[in-house]
Protein backbone atom coordinates (compact mmCIF):
# COMPACT_ATOMS: atom_id res chain seq x y z
CA UNK A 1 0.00 0.00 0.00
CA UNK A 2 1.37 3.33 -0.95
CA UNK A 3 1.71 6.03 1.58
CA UNK A 4 -1.09 8.70 1.88
CA UNK A 5 0.40 12.00 1.14
CA UNK A 6 -1.80 14.44 1.26
CA UNK A 7 -5.31 13.31 3.33
CA UNK A 8 -8.69 15.88 2.46
CA UNK A 9 -10.90 14.73 4.78
CA UNK A 10 -14.51 16.39 4.80
CA UNK A 11 -13.40 19.77 3.66
CA UNK A 12 -15.86 22.39 2.90
CA UNK A 13 -15.20 26.06 1.57
CA UNK A 14 -17.79 28.57 1.22
CA UNK A 15 -17.65 31.94 0.47
CA UNK A 16 -19.31 34.69 2.28
CA UNK A 17 -19.67 36.64 5.40
CA UNK A 18 -20.63 34.23 8.17
CA UNK A 19 -19.84 30.61 5.48
CA UNK A 20 -19.53 28.60 8.82
CA UNK A 21 -23.62 29.02 9.34
CA UNK A 22 -23.97 27.74 5.85
CA UNK A 23 -22.89 24.51 6.20
CA UNK A 24 -25.65 22.58 8.30
CA UNK A 25 -28.17 24.13 5.07
CA UNK A 26 -26.28 22.48 2.88
CA UNK A 27 -25.86 19.58 4.99
CA UNK A 28 -29.48 19.60 4.31
CA UNK A 29 -29.22 19.11 0.88
CA UNK A 30 -30.07 22.39 -0.43
CA UNK A 31 -27.91 22.89 -3.84
CA UNK A 32 -25.71 25.28 -4.51
CA UNK A 33 -28.33 27.96 -6.50
CA UNK A 34 -30.58 27.99 -3.63
CA UNK A 35 -28.08 28.74 -1.03
CA UNK A 36 -26.92 31.53 -2.87
CA UNK A 37 -30.04 32.64 -3.52
CA UNK A 38 -31.13 32.56 0.07
CA UNK A 39 -27.93 33.63 2.36
CA UNK A 40 -26.01 35.38 -0.69
CA UNK A 41 -23.46 32.88 0.34
CA UNK A 42 -21.39 30.44 -2.68
CA UNK A 43 -20.39 26.77 -2.14
CA UNK A 44 -16.96 26.79 -3.20
CA UNK A 45 -16.60 23.35 -1.93
CA UNK A 46 -18.38 20.69 -0.12
CA UNK A 47 -17.46 17.93 2.19
CA UNK A 48 -14.53 17.02 -0.03
CA UNK A 49 -12.31 14.15 0.98
CA UNK A 50 -9.58 12.08 -0.82
CA UNK A 51 -6.58 10.43 0.00
CA UNK A 52 -3.47 11.37 -2.75
CA UNK A 53 -0.58 8.89 -2.49
CA UNK A 54 3.02 9.60 -2.38
CA UNK A 55 4.42 9.70 -6.16
CA UNK A 56 1.41 10.08 -7.84
CA UNK A 57 -0.23 12.27 -10.11
CA UNK A 58 -3.79 12.97 -9.43
CA UNK A 59 -5.83 15.26 -11.07
CA UNK A 60 -8.70 17.21 -10.45
CA UNK A 61 -11.35 17.73 -13.21
CA UNK A 62 -14.20 19.17 -13.71
CA UNK A 63 -16.06 22.13 -15.74
CA UNK A 64 -15.37 25.71 -14.51
CA UNK A 65 -16.82 26.84 -11.28
CA UNK A 66 -16.73 23.44 -10.17
CA UNK A 67 -14.58 24.16 -7.27
CA UNK A 68 -11.43 22.99 -8.63
CA UNK A 69 -8.96 25.81 -7.73
CA UNK A 70 -10.76 26.47 -4.62
CA UNK A 71 -9.93 23.09 -3.66
CA UNK A 72 -6.64 23.08 -4.50
CA UNK A 73 -5.94 26.51 -2.78
CA UNK A 74 -6.70 24.84 0.29
CA UNK A 75 -3.85 22.50 0.16
CA UNK A 76 -1.60 25.26 1.06
CA UNK A 77 -4.18 26.88 2.83
CA UNK A 78 -4.21 29.71 0.53
CA UNK A 79 -8.03 29.40 1.44
CA UNK A 80 -9.08 28.44 5.27
CA UNK A 81 -10.99 25.72 5.04
CA UNK A 82 -14.90 26.36 6.35
CA UNK A 83 -14.63 23.08 7.67
CA UNK A 84 -13.11 19.42 7.65
CA UNK A 85 -9.35 18.68 8.37
CA UNK A 86 -6.09 18.53 5.82
CA UNK A 87 -3.23 16.01 7.01
CA UNK A 88 -0.20 16.16 4.74
CA UNK A 89 2.18 13.60 6.23
CA UNK A 90 -0.16 12.68 9.00
CA UNK A 91 -0.32 16.60 9.99
CA UNK A 92 -3.23 18.49 10.40
CA UNK A 93 -2.14 22.01 8.62
CA UNK A 94 -4.94 23.77 9.60
CA UNK A 95 -3.43 23.71 13.30
CA UNK A 96 0.16 25.07 12.24
CA UNK A 97 0.63 28.13 13.61
CA UNK A 98 2.34 31.03 11.27
CA UNK A 99 5.89 30.00 11.66
CA UNK A 100 4.69 26.38 10.80
CA UNK A 101 3.00 27.39 7.69
CA UNK A 102 5.52 29.42 6.31
CA UNK A 103 7.88 26.69 6.62
CA UNK A 104 5.43 24.18 5.28
CA UNK A 105 4.93 26.58 2.07
CA UNK A 106 8.72 27.16 1.65
CA UNK A 107 9.80 23.32 1.85
CA UNK A 108 6.69 20.98 1.36
CA UNK A 109 4.70 22.60 -1.65
CA UNK A 110 4.76 24.70 -4.29
CA UNK A 111 2.38 25.56 -6.72
CA UNK A 112 2.77 26.32 -10.23
CA UNK A 113 -0.19 28.67 -11.57
CA UNK A 114 -2.40 29.23 -15.02
CA UNK A 115 -0.79 32.37 -15.91
CA UNK A 116 2.40 31.38 -15.18
CA UNK A 117 3.01 34.44 -12.24
CA UNK A 118 6.03 35.26 -13.42
CA UNK A 119 7.74 38.56 -12.33
CA UNK A 120 8.76 40.88 -15.22
CA UNK A 121 11.37 42.96 -14.08
CA UNK A 122 13.04 39.83 -13.37
CA UNK A 123 15.59 37.43 -15.61
CA UNK A 124 14.60 33.59 -15.96
CA UNK A 125 16.87 32.83 -13.82
CA UNK A 126 16.37 35.04 -10.60
CA UNK A 127 12.72 34.45 -11.63
CA UNK A 128 13.69 31.04 -10.71
CA UNK A 129 15.74 31.62 -7.93
CA UNK A 130 13.10 33.72 -5.83
CA UNK A 131 11.98 31.10 -2.83
CA UNK A 132 15.38 30.45 -2.33
CA UNK A 133 16.13 33.73 -1.82
CA UNK A 134 13.28 34.58 0.63
CA UNK A 135 14.80 31.38 2.06
CA UNK A 136 18.41 33.24 2.46
CA UNK A 137 20.22 30.95 0.70
CA UNK A 138 22.80 32.50 -0.79
CA UNK A 139 23.68 33.88 -3.61
CA UNK A 140 25.93 31.35 -5.39
CA UNK A 141 23.97 28.18 -4.04
CA UNK A 142 20.77 29.58 -5.78
CA UNK A 143 21.83 30.13 -8.80
CA UNK A 144 23.47 27.16 -8.90
CA UNK A 145 20.15 25.34 -8.16
CA UNK A 146 18.01 27.90 -10.32
CA UNK A 147 20.60 26.92 -13.42
CA UNK A 148 19.84 22.70 -12.56
CA UNK A 149 16.18 23.14 -12.44
CA UNK A 150 16.31 25.36 -15.83
CA UNK A 151 18.07 22.71 -17.33
CA UNK A 152 15.38 20.24 -15.99
CA UNK A 153 12.58 22.05 -17.96
CA UNK A 154 14.76 21.66 -20.83
CA UNK A 155 15.32 26.19 -20.83
CA UNK A 156 18.92 25.80 -20.57
CA UNK A 157 20.67 29.00 -22.23
CA UNK A 158 17.78 31.22 -21.52
CA UNK A 159 19.39 32.10 -18.06
CA UNK A 160 19.06 35.53 -18.79
CA UNK A 161 16.22 36.23 -20.91
CA UNK A 162 12.88 38.20 -19.33
CA UNK A 163 9.70 36.58 -19.44
CA UNK A 164 8.11 38.98 -21.86
CA UNK A 165 11.14 37.77 -24.50
CA UNK A 166 9.47 34.12 -24.35
CA UNK A 167 6.90 32.10 -25.90
CA UNK A 168 4.01 30.75 -23.57
CA UNK A 169 5.02 27.29 -23.35
CA UNK A 170 8.66 28.91 -22.25
CA UNK A 171 7.17 30.77 -19.37
CA UNK A 172 5.39 27.87 -17.97
CA UNK A 173 8.64 26.00 -17.88
CA UNK A 174 10.24 28.94 -15.65
CA UNK A 175 7.32 28.93 -13.72
CA UNK A 176 7.77 25.11 -12.94
CA UNK A 177 11.31 25.23 -12.93
CA UNK A 178 10.57 28.08 -10.16
CA UNK A 179 8.43 25.50 -8.17
CA UNK A 180 11.13 22.89 -8.89
CA UNK A 181 13.97 25.00 -7.33
CA UNK A 182 12.39 24.17 -3.61
CA UNK A 183 12.50 21.11 -4.08
CA UNK A 184 8.95 20.50 -2.50
CA UNK A 185 7.39 17.58 -2.06
CA UNK A 186 3.90 18.27 -3.25
CA UNK A 187 3.58 20.41 -6.48
CA UNK A 188 0.23 21.85 -7.20
CA UNK A 189 -0.90 22.61 -10.86
CA UNK A 190 -4.00 24.96 -11.55
CA UNK A 191 -4.39 24.87 -15.01
CA UNK A 192 -1.08 24.88 -16.16
CA UNK A 193 -1.42 24.49 -19.50
CA UNK A 194 -4.55 25.62 -20.32
CA UNK A 195 -3.32 29.10 -21.46
CA UNK A 196 -1.19 27.11 -24.07
CA UNK A 197 -2.10 26.06 -27.66
CA UNK A 198 -2.82 22.83 -28.17
CA UNK A 199 0.28 21.67 -29.73
CA UNK A 200 2.58 23.21 -27.28
CA UNK A 201 0.32 22.19 -24.45
CA UNK A 202 0.29 18.27 -25.52
CA UNK A 203 4.54 19.15 -25.63
CA UNK A 204 4.19 20.21 -22.28
CA UNK A 205 2.28 16.93 -21.28
CA UNK A 206 4.30 14.74 -22.41
CA UNK A 207 7.17 17.10 -20.55
CA UNK A 208 6.16 17.22 -17.35
CA UNK A 209 4.99 12.82 -17.36
CA UNK A 210 8.75 12.77 -18.45
CA UNK A 211 10.15 15.28 -15.63
CA UNK A 212 8.07 12.99 -12.84
CA UNK A 213 9.47 9.73 -14.52
CA UNK A 214 12.58 11.05 -12.15
CA UNK A 215 11.41 13.55 -9.87
CA UNK A 216 8.72 11.39 -8.51
CA UNK A 217 6.95 14.42 -6.87
CA UNK A 218 3.38 13.99 -5.81
CA UNK A 219 1.43 16.03 -8.39
CA UNK A 220 -1.80 17.45 -8.15
CA UNK A 221 -3.21 18.90 -11.10
CA UNK A 222 -6.26 20.62 -12.30
CA UNK A 223 -7.60 20.48 -15.53
CA UNK A 224 -11.23 20.78 -17.28
CA UNK A 225 -9.89 18.72 -20.15
CA UNK A 226 -11.10 14.96 -19.48
CA UNK A 227 -7.89 14.18 -21.94
CA UNK A 228 -5.47 15.65 -20.17
CA UNK A 229 -6.95 14.86 -17.10
CA UNK A 230 -6.66 10.61 -18.49
CA UNK A 231 -3.50 11.18 -19.82
CA UNK A 232 -1.26 12.30 -16.51
CA UNK A 233 -3.65 10.89 -14.03
CA UNK A 234 -2.73 8.50 -12.66
CA UNK A 235 -6.20 8.94 -10.37
CA UNK A 236 -8.52 11.29 -11.33
CA UNK A 237 -10.55 13.72 -9.09
CA UNK A 238 -14.43 14.74 -10.40
CA UNK A 239 -15.76 17.55 -9.44
CA UNK A 240 -19.20 19.20 -9.81
CA UNK A 241 -21.15 22.10 -8.16
CA UNK A 242 -18.04 22.05 -5.55
CA UNK A 243 -18.75 17.99 -4.64
CA UNK A 244 -16.22 15.45 -6.03
CA UNK A 245 -18.88 13.24 -7.48
CA UNK A 246 -16.40 10.58 -8.62
CA UNK A 247 -12.44 9.03 -7.71
CA UNK A 248 -10.98 6.84 -9.69
CA UNK A 249 -8.30 5.52 -12.28
CA UNK A 250 -9.15 6.71 -15.51
CA UNK A 251 -10.03 2.74 -16.43
CA UNK A 252 -12.44 2.77 -14.05
CA UNK A 253 -13.73 5.96 -14.54
CA UNK A 254 -14.11 5.24 -18.83
CA UNK A 255 -15.23 1.88 -17.51
CA UNK A 256 -18.26 3.18 -15.07
CA UNK A 257 -18.81 6.91 -14.97
CA UNK A 258 -20.53 7.36 -11.67
CA UNK A 259 -22.99 9.80 -13.33
CA UNK A 260 -24.51 11.55 -16.39
CA UNK A 261 -21.98 14.33 -15.93
CA UNK A 262 -18.94 12.23 -16.16
CA UNK A 263 -20.34 10.50 -19.41
CA UNK A 264 -20.74 13.88 -20.90
CA UNK A 265 -17.49 14.07 -20.00
CA UNK A 266 -16.25 11.28 -21.24
CA UNK A 267 -18.10 11.09 -24.14
CA UNK A 268 -15.62 12.05 -26.45
CA UNK A 269 -12.49 10.63 -25.37
CA UNK A 270 -10.51 8.26 -27.48
CA UNK A 271 -10.44 5.15 -25.25
CA UNK A 272 -7.86 3.36 -27.76
CA UNK A 273 -5.48 5.68 -26.01
CA UNK A 274 -6.74 5.34 -22.53
CA UNK A 275 -7.18 1.69 -22.29
CA UNK A 276 -4.11 -0.54 -22.22
CA UNK A 277 -4.09 -4.44 -23.28
CA UNK A 278 -4.80 -5.40 -19.59
CA UNK A 279 -7.76 -3.38 -19.43
CA UNK A 280 -9.85 -5.42 -22.11
CA UNK A 281 -7.70 -8.83 -22.57
CA UNK A 282 -9.63 -12.18 -21.33
CA UNK A 283 -7.92 -14.13 -18.64
CA UNK A 284 -7.54 -17.82 -19.98
CA UNK A 285 -9.88 -20.37 -18.88
CA UNK A 286 -8.05 -23.33 -20.76
CA UNK A 287 -3.90 -23.34 -21.34
CA UNK A 288 -1.91 -26.29 -22.53
CA UNK A 289 1.87 -27.38 -21.46
CA UNK A 290 3.71 -29.11 -23.88
CA UNK A 291 4.13 -32.31 -22.05
CA UNK A 292 0.41 -32.26 -22.04
CA UNK A 293 -0.26 -33.63 -25.82
CA UNK A 294 -2.88 -32.98 -28.45
CA UNK A 295 -5.53 -35.09 -26.81
CA UNK A 296 -5.51 -32.95 -23.97
CA UNK A 297 -5.17 -29.89 -25.72
CA UNK A 298 -8.57 -31.26 -28.19
CA UNK A 299 -10.10 -31.99 -24.54
CA UNK A 300 -9.52 -28.56 -23.59
CA UNK A 301 -10.77 -26.54 -26.67
CA UNK A 302 -14.19 -28.80 -26.75
CA UNK A 303 -14.59 -28.13 -22.71
CA UNK A 304 -14.29 -24.56 -23.34
CA UNK A 305 -15.50 -23.72 -26.72
CA UNK A 306 -12.24 -22.76 -28.15
CA UNK A 307 -11.00 -22.97 -31.72
CA UNK A 308 -7.29 -22.89 -30.34
CA UNK A 309 -5.48 -22.94 -27.17
CA UNK A 310 -2.25 -21.28 -26.12
CA UNK A 311 0.75 -23.29 -25.06
CA UNK A 312 2.92 -22.52 -22.52
CA UNK A 313 5.71 -24.18 -20.35
CA UNK A 314 5.75 -24.40 -16.52
CA UNK A 315 6.44 -21.53 -15.65
CA UNK A 316 3.34 -19.74 -18.13
CA UNK A 317 6.26 -18.97 -20.64
CA UNK A 318 4.30 -18.45 -23.85
CA UNK A 319 5.43 -21.70 -26.41
CA UNK A 320 2.75 -20.61 -29.16
CA UNK A 321 -0.77 -21.81 -29.74
CA UNK A 322 -2.55 -24.92 -31.34
CA UNK A 323 -5.88 -24.90 -33.31
CA UNK A 324 -8.53 -27.60 -33.46
CA UNK A 325 -8.09 -28.28 -36.92
CA UNK A 326 -4.56 -28.65 -36.78
CA UNK A 327 -4.44 -31.20 -33.29
CA UNK A 328 -7.38 -33.26 -34.88
CA UNK A 329 -4.94 -33.44 -38.02
CA UNK A 330 -2.11 -33.77 -36.03
CA UNK A 331 -3.59 -37.43 -34.51
CA UNK A 332 -4.55 -38.39 -36.99
CA UNK A 333 -0.91 -38.17 -38.40
CA UNK A 334 0.56 -39.61 -35.23
CA UNK A 335 2.32 -36.14 -34.71
CA UNK A 336 3.16 -34.38 -31.63
CA UNK A 337 1.94 -31.44 -29.69
CA UNK A 338 5.31 -30.03 -30.36
CA UNK A 339 5.21 -30.85 -34.14
CA UNK A 340 1.51 -28.82 -34.82
CA UNK A 341 2.18 -25.79 -32.27
CA UNK A 342 2.17 -22.88 -34.47
CA UNK A 343 4.72 -20.16 -33.06
CA UNK A 344 3.49 -17.51 -35.22
CA UNK A 345 1.60 -15.91 -32.32
CA UNK A 346 1.33 -12.11 -32.27
CA UNK A 347 2.25 -10.89 -28.46
CA UNK A 348 1.80 -7.39 -26.41
CA UNK A 349 3.01 -6.42 -23.43
CA UNK A 350 -0.40 -6.03 -21.00
CA UNK A 351 1.09 -2.08 -21.04
CA UNK A 352 0.47 -1.44 -24.50
CA UNK A 353 -2.05 0.87 -25.71
CA UNK A 354 -5.22 -0.51 -27.97
CA UNK A 355 -4.50 2.24 -30.39
CA UNK A 356 -1.02 0.51 -30.71
CA UNK A 357 -2.41 -2.76 -30.82
CA UNK A 358 -4.83 -2.08 -33.35
CA UNK A 359 -2.25 -2.57 -36.39
CA UNK A 360 -1.36 -6.19 -34.84
CA UNK A 361 -4.68 -7.16 -34.62
CA UNK A 362 -4.77 -6.47 -38.61
CA UNK A 363 -1.81 -9.02 -39.41
CA UNK A 364 -2.35 -11.74 -36.56
CA UNK A 365 -4.58 -14.95 -37.65
CA UNK A 366 -4.66 -15.88 -33.89
CA UNK A 367 -5.82 -14.24 -30.77
CA UNK A 368 -3.23 -11.94 -29.58
CA UNK A 369 -1.36 -12.95 -26.52
CA UNK A 370 -1.01 -10.48 -23.84
CA UNK A 371 2.44 -11.06 -21.36
CA UNK A 372 4.01 -9.26 -18.62
CA UNK A 373 7.54 -8.11 -18.29
CA UNK A 374 8.85 -11.55 -17.72
CA UNK A 375 7.19 -13.58 -20.97
CA UNK A 376 4.74 -14.91 -18.79
CA UNK A 377 0.91 -15.51 -20.41
CA UNK A 378 -1.42 -12.82 -18.77
CA UNK A 379 -4.19 -13.20 -21.21
CA UNK A 380 -5.24 -12.32 -24.70
CA UNK A 381 -7.46 -10.42 -26.86
CA UNK A 382 -9.48 -11.42 -29.22
CA UNK A 383 -8.51 -9.66 -32.87
CA UNK A 384 -12.46 -8.97 -33.18
CA UNK A 385 -12.74 -6.94 -29.97
CA UNK A 386 -10.01 -4.89 -31.37
CA UNK A 387 -10.95 -4.12 -35.14
CA UNK A 388 -14.93 -3.84 -33.88
CA UNK A 389 -13.93 -1.38 -31.22
CA UNK A 390 -15.47 -3.52 -28.99
CA UNK A 391 -13.34 -2.90 -26.28
CA UNK A 392 -13.83 0.66 -27.05
CA UNK A 393 -17.70 0.53 -26.24
CA UNK A 394 -18.33 -1.27 -23.40
CA UNK A 395 -19.40 1.27 -20.99
CA UNK A 396 -20.87 0.39 -18.00
CA UNK A 397 -24.74 1.93 -16.93
CA UNK A 398 -23.76 1.79 -13.08
CA UNK A 399 -25.07 5.18 -11.60
CA UNK A 400 -23.68 4.47 -8.37
CA UNK A 401 -22.34 7.43 -6.50
CA UNK A 402 -18.57 7.33 -5.14
CA UNK A 403 -17.56 9.67 -1.48
N1 LIG B 1 -12.89 34.48 -3.46
C1 LIG B 1 -14.12 34.09 -3.80
N2 LIG B 1 -15.20 34.73 -3.33
C2 LIG B 1 -16.44 34.32 -3.66
N3 LIG B 1 -16.71 33.28 -4.46
C3 LIG B 1 -15.66 32.60 -4.96
C4 LIG B 1 -14.31 32.95 -4.67
N4 LIG B 1 -13.49 32.10 -5.30
C5 LIG B 1 -14.29 31.25 -5.97
N5 LIG B 1 -15.60 31.54 -5.76
C6 LIG B 1 -16.75 30.80 -6.28
O1 LIG B 1 -16.57 29.43 -5.95
C7 LIG B 1 -17.01 28.60 -7.02
C8 LIG B 1 -15.87 27.72 -7.45
O2 LIG B 1 -14.91 28.51 -8.12
P1 LIG B 1 -13.49 27.96 -8.57
O3 LIG B 1 -12.93 27.16 -7.48
O4 LIG B 1 -12.71 29.10 -9.05
O5 LIG B 1 -13.90 27.00 -9.78
P2 LIG B 1 -12.97 26.33 -10.89
O6 LIG B 1 -11.55 26.51 -10.51
O7 LIG B 1 -13.41 24.90 -10.89
O8 LIG B 1 -13.31 26.99 -12.17
C9 LIG B 1 -17.53 29.51 -8.09
O9 LIG B 1 -18.92 29.60 -7.95
C10 LIG B 1 -16.85 30.84 -7.80
O10 LIG B 1 -17.61 31.91 -8.23
MG1 LIG C 1 -9.97 27.46 -11.57
Redesign the pocket.
Known amino acids: MANIKVKIDHVSKI ?1 GSKPKSVIPQVKSGKSKAEILEETGH ?1 V ?1 VYDASMEIEEGEIFVIM ?1 L ?8 IRCFNLLNKPTDGSIYVDGENIIEYNSSQLKKFRQNKIAMVFQHFGLFDHRTVLENIEYGLEIKNVSKEKRQQIARENLEVVGLKGYEDKYPDELSGGMQQRVGLARALANDPDILLMDEPFSALDPLIRREMQLELLDIQERLKKTIIFITHDVNEAFKLGDRVAV ?1 KD ?1 KVVQIGTPETILESPANDYISDFIKDIDRSKILQAENVMIKPNALVSLKDGLKVAIKEMEENGISSVFVVDRSRSLQGIVTIDDAIEGIKEKKSLEDVLSTDVTTVTKEEYVNDIIPKALESKYPLAVTSGNGRLEGFILRVHVLSGLVAEDVNESTEYHG
Do not use: H
Open positions: FTGGSGSGKSTLMG
